[in-house]
């Protein structure tokens, strides 16, 4: 297949590409290389596929509307994968209109693509933070999801809604896939595991917010890239058994489906700091700190659709995901 993968410079975006062209897939990269955060760290991503031949990199903004236009009609991608994003749930209460640049304008942008040139299927990054204020655990796909805490959520939400419409309106098969706290090697500078690292490794303390009282699905890298793969693979058809008396949030009368992507292991945040510390061979020096705004103290994903429908479910655990991550840390930092 011919895919359009947005975001190729990102943490998961570099990772989905390189998947698809060793399966024999051509590939069509999109991305801004935006400062969020350190372009190096992007760049290199971005280096070790750049000259596959099967590869094509556009450099420019989802905002931009006739560079995304121009993308749809000059490589004809059969399939898209949306995984551009503006993301970090702080860094919106100091930047807020670039999220719905990138995540609301930037998507419709996506959308309209796929409608003028007949895309077979739409593959688009959610996030596990549009169950926001909900706390019945495992957070289920076809539970409510009326309550996002963030700016971020808050577009990842829409951005669910503006599929669905698209689905129903001009039958695009669109499937969103919720992630829950993704790591591993090439990671994000922003989140919790690369800023600890750095933090241990320079003889810092590490910011440890809600006192440590936290739990995530942490999710490694390659299982989330494996969830990416296999429903790109499945295109949604409209579910039969949909109710509209009673309707199920996660399926639709649409070609449409969302599914969690999230490790079935409900880990503590206190044991995800021993597990690095065991993995550096050092100790850490906590500094406790209130919950922070937006934040919620736990996450717990509900894969049995993910398992039923594609087959797969999420299995590489924190002990071994860790340690990946710092082993590749401590060579590509030269630690």
Request: aromatic content about 10%.
């Amino acid at each position: 297949m011919k895919v359009l993968v947005t975001g190729t410079a990102g943490f998961i975006g570099s990772h989905v590409a390189i998947k698809l062209l060793e399966r024999g897939d051509e590939v069509v990269g999109f991305d801004s290389l935006s400062d969020y955060y350190d372009v190096t760290l992007k760049q290199a991503r971005l280096a070790r596929f750049m000259d596959h031949p099967d590869y094509t990199h556009i450099h420019a903004d989802l905002a931009d509307r006739e560079a995304v236009e121009a993308a749809f009609a000059i490589h004809k991608p059969q399939r898209v994968v949306n995984l551009a994003a503006q993301a970090g749930v702080r860094y919106a209460a100091e930047n807020p209109h670039v999220y719905a640049s990138s995540n609301v304008t930037g998507f419709l942008h996506i959308l309209e693509g796929c409608r003028h040139h007949g895309v077979e299927h739409l593959v688009f990054a959610s996030t596990s933070s549009v169950y926001g204020a909900n706390t019945t655990m495992p957070f289920s796909e076809h539970r409510s999801t009326e309550h996002p805490l963030t700016l971020y959520a808050a577009t990842k939400k829409a951005n669910e809604m503006m599929a669905h419409s698209y689905a129903h309106l001009y039958g695009i098969p669109s499937t969103g896939l919720r992630f829950f706290t993704v790591y591993g090697p090439w990671g994000r500078p922003d989140m919790a595991l690369f800023l600890f690292t750095r933090a241990i490794l320079a003889g810092e303390p590490i910011k440890v917010f809600n006192h440590g009282h936290h739990s995530r699905s942490f999710t490694y890298i390659d299982d989330i890239v494996e969830g990416v793969i296999r429903a790109l693979d499945h295109p949604p058809g409209p579910d039969p058994h949909w109710d509209s008396a009673n309707p199920d949030p996660a399926t639709s009368n649409a070609p449409y489906r969302l599914f969690n992507i999230g490790s079935s292991a409900n880990t503590p945040l206190l044991r995800y700091i021993e597990v690095l510390e065991q993995s550096l061979g050092r100790k850490a020096t906590l500094e406790m700190l209130p919950l922070q705004a937006g934040d919620v103290p736990d996450t717990f994903a509900d894969c049995a659709d993910l398992e039923t429908e594609l087959g797969y479910r999420p299995k590489v655990m924190v002990e071994e995901g860790v340690a990946n991550f710092v082993e590749w840390y401590r060579e590509y930092y030269g630690e």
